[in-house]
Structures are given as C-alpha cells and as structure tokens.
C-alpha cells in the first residue's frame, strides 16, 4: 500500500485511475515498472487499473474473492443456515435485554473467564 487518498470525487473507474496516478508520481513510480495492482473485485477499481495500467494487470484480491465465496458456500448447507439463526437469536437477545447482558458479564466474573463482548458481524461476512 502506497497511499490512502480521501476521495470527494465519484468513485468512478476515471476518478480512481486519476488519484491512482497522482499517488504513483508522488512516489516517482514509472507505470511501466508497475506489472500489477492487487484490489477488490468492484468494477470501479478493475476499471481504474486498467485505465491506469492497460489490460492485464490488475490482480483480485484472493481474501476479498473467498469472503464473497464461503457466505455463498454456506447458503447450501442448511445446518449452517440453523446454527448463523441460531447465533443471531442470541445476539440479539443479549443485545435488547440490558439485564441478560449484565448476567453474561457476571457470570463470566464469576467464572475468572476474561469478559467478551458480543459482537454482530458486518454484513458482508460470514454470518451476516
């Protein structure tokens, strides 16, 4: 990573490309000496690259691809689909019930176990 560039602009293939090439001449790159950018699969950025580079080059990012993939994955495995409903009805259980969660708390004190959090994934993870 060379950069994180706030964009006000749209995120569009042009605008991404232009930022893209800003950056590159700040560090003195020549783009002939780039044979490749790794990103994300949106089509913005594969666009931008190309513009930026020609064809060829980008590089998806193999843990982006795989986080798209195993949610997909799971959607045909139906005790999966049980236990991600499961796991969301005791999220939110604890979540909406202040006492439940201080219950949880003490008796994870009381345990000596160290205190965690419930935490709701993102939605574009595993268990969304």
Known sequence: MLDIVPLESRHTGANLA???NTVLLQWGIKKDNVSGMNTDNGA????????????????????????????????????????????????TYF??????????????????????KLKMSQPDSILH
């Not at 045909?76 to 005791?90: A, C, F, N, T």
């Not at 979540?95 to 965690?116: H, M, P």
């Open 18 to 20: 232009q930022e893209m």
């Open 44 to 91: 913005n950025i594969k666009l931008a690259v190309e513009l930026l580079l020609g064809p060829g080059k980008h590089v998806s990012c193999v843990a982006h691809s795989l986080n798209l993939v195993v949610p997909e994955a799971m959607k045909g495995v139906p005790d999966l689909e049980v236990l991600r409903d499961k796991v969301k009805s005791i999220f």
């Open 95 to 116: 979540k909406r019930s202040v006492s439940a969660a201080d219950d949880l708390r003490a008796t994870q004190e009381r345990a000596g176990c160290e205190i965690l």
